[in-house]
T-cell receptor, first 109, second 114 residues
Framework: GQNIDQPTEMTATEGAIVQINCTYQ??????LFWYQQHAGEAPTFLSY??LDGLEEKGRFSSFLSRSKGYSYLLLKELQMKDSASYLC??????????WGAGTKLIIKP | IAGITQAPTSQILAAGRRMTLRCTQD?????MYWYRQDLGLGLRLIHY???????GKGEVPDGYSVSRANTDDFPLTLASAVPSQTSVYFC?????????????FGPGTRLTVL
């Protein structure tokens, strides 16, 4: 069946690095997205991976291994404004997105 | 208008009432989507439309209907609201012709059914 797993909550320190993992089992694969969602706000697009490897975009990087059904989002030089939920979503064969429940990231000073 | 707008921002509704949530985008995206987001669950697709004049059912379509008369608007209607439809509703749009087909979200509507 379809399943996307992410940790429910993580805590990290300002200035540090954190890695948020996502594992998936879906009906086909046409790419994986990461979104950021601040409390009470809409999800906003962070990254898209369709091929294996690391995509770097400023302080944020995203990695994909299709053979392992695994991705991670790496956040460097953490800032207080990075406190948010991070959502992993997989685009299936029918091009619809299946979403994980999200990882709430708490940044402490 | 810049991006996607939704109305109302929030609404409290009596059970059994009819309610339409509005969604408008100005990006000329061909595809639009309605999701609901509940605590502890991922976003769940209610209905979608790949182009004006066509709609399709998502994961949780029961109790909801949509229409897509033009490119910009994609209203979601609850014919007879029930308490289990209490949720935050997000509309999104994407350009199916783009490589990633990234979805962009509206600000959401917080709906409470009593």
């Amino acid at each position: 069946g379809q399943n996307i797993d992410q940790p429910t909550e993580m805590t990290a320190t300002e200035g540090a690095i954190v890695q948020i993992n996502c594992t998936y089992q879906t009906s086909g694969f046409n790419g994986l997205f990461w979104y950021q969602q601040h409390a009470g706000e809409a999800p906003t697009f962070l990254s898209y991976n369709v091929l294996d490897g690391l995509e770097e975009k400023g302080r944020f990087s995203s990695f994909l291994s299709r053979s392992k059904g695994y991705s991670y989002l790496l956040l460097k030089e953490l800032q207080m404004k990075d406190s948010a939920s991070y959502l992993c979503a997989v685009k299936e064969s029918n091009y619809q997105l299946i979403w994980g429940a999200g990882t709430k990231l708490i940044i402490k000073p | 208008i810049a991006g996607i707008t939704q109305a109302p921002t929030s609404q409290i509704l009596a059970a059994g009432r009819r309610m339409t949530l509005r969604c408008t985008q100005d990006m000329r995206h061909n595809a639009m989507y309605w999701y609901r987001q509940d605590l502890g669950l991922g976003l769940r697709l209610i209905h979608y439309s790949n182009t004006a004049g066509t709609t399709g059912k998502g994961e949780v379509p029961d109790g909801y209907s949509v229409s897509r008369a033009n490119t910009d608007d994609f209203p979601l209607t609850l014919a007879s609201a029930v308490p289990s439809q209490t949720s935050v509703y997000f509309c999104a749009s994407s350009d199916l012709a783009s490589g990633a087909d990234t979805q962009y979200f509206g600000p959401g509507t917080r709906l409470t059914v009593l």
